[in-house]
């Protein structure tokens, strides 16, 4: 079974818009983490944040926010006023503390910000 | 964060050879190391993990005759390639984990072809 699911596979915004990436997880630990990464197409992973399963408060960087609903299981990241440099793969991940440092990350979803 | 470098960042070669890939983790000491290969438009899919002077564990359907992974010290491990083939193409990709915490540090990634 999929632990990461990102059902969105490819999203095109027009530039200025706003856009939210979807993450569902699955796990039956009580702590685990949780991670977004931005892959542009150089393809080096870019860490964009760490979000432990304690710790349920949206957090807000410049233009990008994340909200962990664990109730929904679901990690969502939002790109308020998209730019073109934003166009990248983006993907979810989960870290479960019964299984170490083992990643399970998700499909990934390319997101294209049309100028 | 914590920097792990790879070498070479691109590597073309005839099919039938060897192309060894080295992962370095910078400024700490990386207990384990992962490596992943991503197929184009896809996601990281893991190879294997190995821990420092440790036998590498390989995950289901990968061949462990086929990518030699030595982790001779907790700062570098290496991916060898061995008897490429066209369908070995593809962006691999390793990580460094501290020993600590649940976050892995990524390397740049290494695109080999194979003609």
């Known amino acids: 079974a999929q632990k990461v699911t990102q059902a969105q596979t490819e999203i095109s915004v027009v530039e200025k818009e706003d856009v939210t990436l979807d993450c569902v997880y699955e796990?039956?630990?009580?702590?685990?983490?949780l991670f977004w990464y931005k892959q542009p197409p150089s393809g080096e992973l870019v860490f964009l944040i760490r979000?432990?399963?304690?710790?349920?408060q949206n957090e807000i960087s410049g233009r990008y926010s994340w909200n962990f609903q664990k109730s929904t299981s679901s990690f969502n990241f939002t790109i308020t006023a998209s730019q073109v440099v934003d166009s990248a793969v983006y993907f979810c991940?989960?870290?479960?503390?019964?299984?170490?440092?083992?990643?399970?990350f998700g499909t990934g979803t390319s997101l294209t910000v049309i100028p | 964060g914590a920097v792990v470098s790879q070498h070479p960042s691109r590597v073309i070669c005839k099919s039938g050879t060897s192309v060894k890939i080295e992962c370095r983790s910078l400024?700490?000491?990386?207990?384990?190391m992962f490596w992943y290969r991503q197929f184009p438009k896809q996601s990281l899919m893991l190879m294997a993990t190995?821990?420092?002077?440790?036998?590498?564990?390989?995950e289901q359907g990968v061949e462990k005759d086929k990518f030699l992974i030595n982790h001779a010290s907790l700062t570098l491990s290496t991916l060898t390639v061995t008897s490429a083939h066209p369908e070995d193409s593809s962006f691999y990709i390793c990580?460094?984990?501290?020993?600590?915490?649940?976050?892995?540090?990524f390397g740049p990634g290494t695109r080999l072809t194979v003609l």
């Open positions: 991940a989960l870290s479960e503390a019964n299984t170490g440092n083992q990643f399970y």
């Open positions: 796990t039956r630990d009580t702590t685990y983490y």
């Open positions: 979000r432990n399963s304690f710790d349920e």
């Open positions: 400024d700490f000491q990386a207990t384990t």
């Open positions: 190995s821990n420092e002077g440790s036998k590498a564990t390989y």
């Open positions: 990580s460094g984990w501290p020993g600590r915490g649940n976050e892995q540090f």
